[in-house]
T-cell receptor, first 116, second 109 residues
Framework: GAVVSQHPSWVICKSGTSVKIECRSL??????MFWYRQFPKQSLMLMATSNEGSKATYEQGVEKDKFLINHASLTLSTLTVTSAHPEDSSFYICSARDISNNEKLFFGSGTQLSVL | GQSLEQPSEVTAVEGAIVQINCTYQ??????LSWYQQHDGGAPTFLSYNALDGLEETGRFSSFLSRSDSYGYLLLQELQMKDSASYFC??????????FGQGTELSVKP
């Protein structure tokens, strides 16, 4: 089945630093990928839609200058949390849409970010 | 706005049947999906209903009524490993998923 690889699976960083998270579709091309954030015991909240070759579309309330998204190829999208602060500590999950497979969505394994 | 409602928690015993309901209010509805998530893990796809009716996949079934803006996930022959959070999610335009708050299922021996 389709696989989405997300890396790193966990990261600890100091406040003020930037962290990059990668999301790769391993055996299909994904023109669209989605980035979600999940706080403990809460639901997944859509942050942005990443479109290959164009600017990402951010959901209301998500700072585009803080959460930089780049989707430079059909198999890779990256989310960079810039100048991270403790309140950015969360579980970040990507998903990719496989248009060759009934547009099914496949999730990455998630990245647990802890900002000290 | 968009909103989904599902129970926050459900408890059942091994071997039993449990139904998790989901009502939704959204614009641009394309279908209803269900996901399972264990603690610390990513969501796992369970089912997708685009049309009214029941979809069965092994021990899990999912139902949708578009006219009632309602769906449910039915889990049969419950096993301890089914203890997890279950999310209903509306598939919106462009493949976006709008998730409910999740139902924590506890399966007891």
């Amino acid at each position: 089945g389709a696989v989405v690889s997300q890396h790193p699976s966990w990261v600890i960083c100091k406040s003020g630093t930037s962290v990059k998270i990668e999301c790769r579709s391993l055996d299909f091309q994904a023109t669209t990928m989605f980035w979600y954030r999940q706080f403990p015991k809460q639901s997944l909240m859509l942050m942005a839609t990443s479109n290959e070759g164009s600017k990402a579309t951010y959901e209301q309330g998500v700072e585009k200058d803080k959460f930089l998204i780049n989707h430079a190829s059909l198999t890779l999208s990256t989310l960079t949390v810039t100048s991270a602060h403790p309140e950015d500590s969360s579980f970040y999950i990507c998903s990719a849409r496989d248009i060759s497979n009934n547009e099914k969505l496949f999730f990455g394994s998630g990245t647990q970010l802890s900002v000290l | 706005g968009q909103s989904l409602e599902q129970p926050s928690e459900v408890t059942a015993v091994e071997g039993a049947i449990v139904q998790i309901n989901c009502t939704y209010q959204t614009s641009g509805f394309y279908g209803l999906s269900w996901y399972q998530q264990h603690d610390g893990g990513a969501p796992t796809f369970l089912s997708y209903n685009a049309l009214d009716g029941l979809e069965e996949t092994g021990r899990f079934s999912s139902f949708l009524s578009r006219s009632d803006s309602y769906g449910y996930l039915l889990l049969q022959e419950l096993q301890m490993k089914d203890s997890a959070s279950y999310f209903c999610a509306v598939v919106s335009q462009g493949g976006k998923l709008i998730f409910g708050q999740g139902t924590e299922l506890s399966v007891k021996p």
